[in-house]
């Protein structure tokens, strides 16, 4: 095992780095390398795709070019810039975090430092203190912990305590201290792009003579995973109000466990909307979440949107809203607010709210 081989582990981490000279992908948080590029970046790829992450980092990087800028910045226009990228409270964080950096006017220097900032764990500060900062230590992301498994030719779950101490070895073994940035990254590329969860591209890869799971001739068997949980299914209806080219918004209230301060069209879930989805039950049921009197016209088109384990099979109302006709709109949150197809664009809002607008309108 690599861990426990030194001249094998510097073979294979000097073979591992030639490889990544060579077919690294070129990556705008690869080309500036500071603290504030690479930590914006480990942020975002935080259970995010390069692929989905990359316009959103472009985007973000042009609004915030700096720490000062983002810490300076309201939390709507954070939320605003961060739309549609997902895990909103990574967004919280940054912004809270970058405050913190602000106002101490340094960056952290070491892994142990930048684990106290917001939203900062243990991988996050490796990946930033050794690219950013060059501090020797190891990162253990899921890319990681896969080609970690194959090498070792380990079935055990890379959640558990004692396989991630085995893990971590070779993460370490494998780790060039006078290149502990770019023998991070390269792992971490190893694994995105060749060490596949399925299909992996063996005749690809730099560390074939050291791979457990290739010389066993089945390297998509490590390692073994847990079954996931299904994913819940749920029915939404979603409501489009339109006067004069503004759309009628709702915004959630801080306090509210997801989406806290988003905007986002009226909704309900199929249990609130009344058994037979009937216009004056849900009417009746959108005046007691929303106030004022509501008018339903016909479903006008469906959606479909995942959101981590939950898949959404939204069906979508044109309505008519008016304050008037109760005795008192609910004081509490959601507030309303009518904005323009322009003016949604620089709010806070999620991915499900232009996919509903742009189905409704190609439906009208």
Sequence with gaps: MLAGDADAAARASQALLVWYERWRRDLPWRRRGDAYATWVAEVMLQQTRVEAVLPYYERFLERFPDVETLAAAAPEEVLAAWSGLGYYRRARHLHAAARQVAAAGAWPASAAQWRQLPG????????????????????????????????????????????????????????????????????????????????????????????????????????????????????????????????????????????????????????DAGAGGLSGEMGAALAAKYGGVWEIGEASGRVRHA????????????????????????????????????????????SLVRKVLATWLAAS
């Excluded at 780790?175 to 063996?202: F, I, K």
Aim: charge should be positive; proline fraction near 8%; glycine fraction near 8%.
């Design 120 to 271: 900062i764990g243990e991988y996050t500060a490796a990946a930033i203190a050794s690219i950013a900062g060059g501090e020797v230590v190891a990162v253990l992301d899921g890319n990681v912990e896969r080609v970690g498994s194959r090498l070792a030719a380990s079935t055990a779950d890379p959640k558990k305590a004692a396989a991630r101490r085995d893990l971590a070895a070779v993460a370490r073994a494998l780790l060039d201290p006078a290149r502990p940035g770019d023998s991070n990254q390269a792992l971490m590329e190893l694994g995105a792009t060749v060490c596949r969860p399925r299909a992996p591209r063996c005749a690809d890869c730099p560390l074939q003579a050291w791979c457990g799971g290739f010389a066993a001739g089945a390297p998509e068997s490590f390692p073994r995973r847990p079954r996931e949980p299904a994913a819940t299914r749920v029915r939404r209806r979603v409501f489009v109000v339109k006067v004069r080219r503004r759309y009628l918004l709702a915004r959630r209230g801080l306090a509210s466990r997801q989406l806290a301060g988003f905007w986002e069209l009226p909704w309900l879930d199929d249990p």
């Design 307 to 350: 959101i981590t384990r939950r898949r959404f099979e939204i069906e979508i109302y044109a309505a008519a809203w008016r304050p008037e006709g109760v005795a008192e709109t609910p004081a509490a949150e959601p507030t309303l607010g009518w904005f323009r197809r322009e003016e949604i664009a620089a709010l806070a809002t999620s």
